[in-house]
C-alpha cells in the first residue's frame, strides 16, 4: 500500500513538474510574442494578457506543493539547527508541517467557494469563466497536504532518480519505479 501511494504521488509530482515547465515556457513564449507584435507591427494580441495571467497563477500555485516537499518555504532561522537537540529539531519540522496541512485544507476550501462563485463571472478578451483562474486552489491545497502528511509519516520523497530524470540529467521514467531488490 505505501508503495503503491508513493509511486502514485511520485507520478503526481512528474506531472506537476512538467506542466509547470509547460506553463512557464508558454507564458514567455505568448508575452514576447505579444511584446514583439505590438513594437514592431504595432498590433498584439489581444487574449494574450488574459491568457498569460493564468498561466502565471497556474504555475504558481502548481510549484507550491513542490516546494513544500522539498522543503523550500520561508523559514527564519535565528538558531542555527545544527545548535538544536534533534528533538527540537522535530518538533519545529511537525509543527511546520501542521501549519502546511491547515493552509492547505484553508486553500481546498474557500478555493472550492472562490471557484465557484467566480464561475459565473465571464473573462472578457477569452470569454472564459473567471472561475478557471482559481480553479489551481483546491489541487495545490490538496498536494500541500499530501506533501505534509508524507514528511509527517516519515515517507522519503527525495530520490537521485526521479531528480536525475526531471532534471534531463539522465535516466529514464521506467527507471525511477523500478525496485533495487
Known amino acids: 500500500m505505501k508503495r503503491t501511494l508513493i509511486t502514485i504521488v511520485t507520478l503526481i509530482h512528474i506531472l506537476l513538474i512538467n506542466l509547470s515547465k509547460l506553463m512557464i515556457v508558454a507564458m514567455l513564449l505568448l508575452v514576447f510574442a505579444n511584446v514583439v507584435l505590438r513594437y514592431v507591427f504595432n498590433s498584439g494580441i489581444y487574449w494574450s494578457e488574459e491568457i498569460a495571467l493564468v498561466l502565471e497563477v497556474w504555475f504558481i500555485f502548481l510549484s507550491l506543493g ?5 522543503r523550500l518555504h ?3 532561522n535565528l538558531v542555527k539547527r545544527e545548535s538544536m537537540p534533534a528533538w527540537l529539531n522535530k518538533a519545529l519540522d ?9 493552509v492547505g485544507a484553508v486553500m481546498v476550501i474557500y478555493g472550492i467557494r472562490l471557484t465557484q462563485f467566480t464561475m459565473r463571472s465571464i473573462m472578457p478578451a477569452t470569454k472564459w469563466p ?4 482559481y480553479l489551481v486552489l483546491p489541487l495545490s491545497g490538496f498536494v500541500v ?3 505534509a502528511l508524507f514528511h509527517i509519516l516519515g515517507y522519503n520523497m527525495f530520490d537521485e ?5 526531471l532534471s ?3 535516466g529514464k ?3 525511477i519505479f523500478r525496485s533495487e531488490s
Open 66 to 70: 513542490l516546494g513544500v516537499k522539498h
Open 130 to 133: 473567471a472561475g478557471i483562474l
Open 94 to 102: 511537525l509543527l511546520a508541517d501542521i501549519v502546511f496541512i491547515i
Open 173 to 175: 521514467l521506467g527507471d
Open 74 to 76: 520561508i523559514s527564519i
Open 161 to 165: 532518480k526521479i531528480d536525475a530524470y
Open 168 to 170: 534531463g540529467k539522465g
Open 145 to 147: 497536504i499530501v506533501e
